[in-house]
């Protein structure tokens, strides 16, 4: 059910926000809305410009509960915001010192990274790299080259004698090397080197030995520094955990205090008598704004204003959804299409009930059921995943129906079926003749949906006060008296009972079809509108008949779109039998591996493509008749308490 609401508006001294929003409004859920939007009518009411100044305290304590795992306090205690950031900055310049030399620590890490980085490609040159940095009239160059290129690059050392190329090592896209050339000669063997893509590698001056050596003593101060900084962090750590509770508790009650002062973004003020007043103004739902209501009774500091929803609102109050715990999960499939505007009816249960119920019937085996069943309840146990809630949910149908239908795993020899077989069952009827039972039994049960959502529509077009629509659309009275007219004819006529005398069909059917067409005219006139036709009455008549023909052509098909029900019914049932026979079941020695590969596959394949069609008939065949799906979603401003 979609929960009632009520609009509240708060106004007090500016100076006194804090405490109003901290002392009453912390404690109830209330959706704000923007007070300078609400109030546009009037023309002193200013925004509130200032910044938060509990922005800084809030990261500051939100630093140190990064350290912090369990964020729970092992007891509240009453702290004001000045005493809860003493505590925090009192903590931060405790760990100032370590935190800096952390800080040194990194950076020397980064650069210790680096160097490695840089010398371990040529940890196979087995030279002193010392030796080579005392070169003199020899210049040298480390290095890497594409892949894709050093070919190249390699012919043109090899052909050229004022150069030596060491090739070192190779990753996915380069390949290291290191090249000697006479000073005399640098100036073009670099620029050549350069046109064939060596980029040379900074190597520091301070290393000595053979690169292997130098990878090996960094590796080491690698590993020291690591020590050192994990050494640093776990002081830290423990500095701060002898303090956990003092923190936790200081902690949150900055939080209260940032998220109170950012009320004052959906606030506005104005000033009367030289004194300035806040206005805070949201939707509640009518248990906590009453409740809201007696607190404020004795404040002589506070104004509210209590109003009940649509007394002069020109905007639609948000919409928050109160289900029963066994039906809430089913809100998922709501949420997807788009919930309910306030005053519409909310069609959760519906949907819970119809779609496990026709998922039941599709997809009716009570082994399959069962692992459904289980599974998504484990799934929903330990994930708290909603989709699993309702799979399981699902699944109990399935079970439900495969009792019915005679089936566990697809054998059909366990237990007698309490209604029938889907594939073998058949009904004779008139003019049409022998048709199986599941199929006339969907298509009922569609008839029966089909009214049911003409019916929600005429309720939702009530509550929105929308007489027109509720009167003459084809989903309200005059849909409903005709699509009625033509359930009850054929049912008349395949039970072999008679026909209402033709005077009652052409009211039933005619009139309402009269109405339907003349909708347009007939809701001007209900407005009281002076024209009762949109352009032409040529161009009227022509659209109108068009309509019409697409009109009974939906009824047509929405009816026999449910006949996907039964069929899936029979072809669920005709598989397993496929799978019963490649086993050899019908021998009494069947293939248990085939029969539990079989069923696995059905179990996916089926499920997966029954799950989605179930869900199309809600949305095409059932949602489009009645619900809209405009609604805003209830978004509270809510925060622990901690005074």
């Known amino acids: 059910m979609i929960v009632k609401m009520k609009f509240v508006s708060l106004t007090g001294p500016t100076d006194d926000i804090d405490r109003i929003v901290s002392t009453y409004l912390s404690k109830y859920e209330i959706h704000l809305e923007n007070a300078l939007l609400e109030w546009n009518s009037s023309s002193n009411l200013k925004p509130y410009v200032e910044a938060n100044p509990y922005k800084d305290m809030l990261q500051h304590s939100s630093e140190l509960m990064s350290y912090i795992s369990d964020k729970t306090p092992d007891s509240k205690t009453d702290i004001n915001v000045d005493t809860a950031n003493k505590i925090i900055m009192d903590i931060t310049d405790s760990i100032h010192h ?4 952390i800080s040194c620590q990194e950076e020397l890490l980064k650069n210790l990274q680096e160097n490695y980085d840089n010398i371990s490609p040529f940890v196979n040159l087995n030279y002193d790299i010392s030796s080579i940095f005392s070169f003199r009239h020899i210049i040298y160059h480390f290095g890497k080259v594409p892949k894709n290129y050093y070919n190249q690059f390699e012919e043109y050392c090899d052909n050229t004698e004022s150069v030596i190329n060491i090739r070192c090592s190779e990753d996915n896209s380069y390949i290291w090397c290191l090249y000697f050339t006479p000073a005399v000669r640098a100036d073009v063997v670099d620029a050549a080197c350069t046109s064939l893509h060596f980029e040379e590698t900074f190597i520091p001056k301070d290393f000595s030995g053979t690169p292997e050596k130098s990878c090996m003593d960094l590796l080491k101060q690698i590993d020291s520094v690591k020590s050192r900084i994990k050494e640093l962090r776990q002081s830290i750590t423990d500095n701060v955990l002898s303090k956990r509770n003092d923190i936790i508790n200081s902690h949150n009650r900055i939080t209260s205090a940032y998220e109170n002062f950012d009320v004052r973004k959906m606030a506005a003020k104005t000033n009367a008598d030289g004194t300035t007043f806040y206005i805070i103004c949201g939707w509640m739902d009518e248990k906590d704004a009453d409740s809201l209501a007696h607190d404020i009774e004795s404040d002589e500091n506070i104004i509210g204003i209590f109003e009940e929803a649509g007394s002069h609102r020109s905007q639609s109050p948000p919409t928050k959804l109160k289900n029963p715990r066994f039906f809430k999960p089913f809100e998922m499939f709501i949420e997807m299409y788009g919930l309910p505007s306030y005053y519409e009816f909310d069609p959760t249960i519906f949907v819970a009930l119809t779609y496990c119920l026709i998922f039941g019937v599709m997809f009716g085996d009570v082994g399959q059921g069962l692992v459904l069943l289980i599974g998504g309840a484990l799934l929903y146990k330990f994930k708290k995943m909603r989709l699993a809630y309702i799979i399981s949910f699902a699944g109990f149908f399935s079970t439900i129906f495969g009792v019915l239908f005679g089936s566990v795993f697809g054998f059909e020899n366990i237990i007698d079926a309490l209604w029938l077989r889907p594939t073998e069952q058949m009904s004779d009827l008139p003019f049409i003749g022998s048709l199986n039972t599941v199929f ?18 005429i309720i939702n077009a009530v509550k ?5 629509d509720a009167l003459f659309d084809t989903n309200g009275v005059a849909g409903f008296v005709f699509y009625g007219a033509i359930v009850s004819v054929i049912l008349l006529y ?3 009972k008679p026909l209402p005398a033709t005077i009652i069909l052409v009211i039933m059917f005619v009139i309402p079809l009269l109405l339907i067409a003349f909708k347009e005219p007939l809701c001007h006139m209900l407005e009281r509108k002076s024209k009762l036709i949109e352009g032409s009455i040529g161009m009227f008549f022509t659209q109108t008949f068009f309509e019409m023909f697409e009109v009974l052509l939906s009824y047509f098909s929405n009816t ?3 006949v996907r029900i039964g069929a899936f019914a029979v072809s669920h049932a005709a598989m397993m039998q496929v799978v019963m026979m490649l086993s050899g079941a019908e021998s009494n020695s069947p293939n248990w591996i085939v029969v539990i590969l079989g069923n696995l596959i059905v179990m996916v394949m089926e499920g997966f493509i ?7 008939l809600e949305y095409y065949e059932m949602f489009s008749r009645y619900y809209n799906g405009s609604g805003r979603e209830f978004k509270p401003f809510r925060h622990v308490n901690t005074d």
Not at 443 to 455: C, D, Q, T, V
Not at 610 to 616: E, F
């Open 560 to 562: 026999l779109s449910f």
């Open 494 to 496: 395949m039970t072999g």
């Open 610 to 616: 029954v799950g989605i069609q179930v869900l199309r």
């Open 464 to 468: 929105s006060k929308n007489r027109g």
């Open 440 to 457: 006339v039994v969907a298509i009922a049960f569609g008839m029966f949906l089909i009214l049911l959502s003409m019916i929600f529509h």
């Open 98 to 101: 370590i935190q800096e030399d």
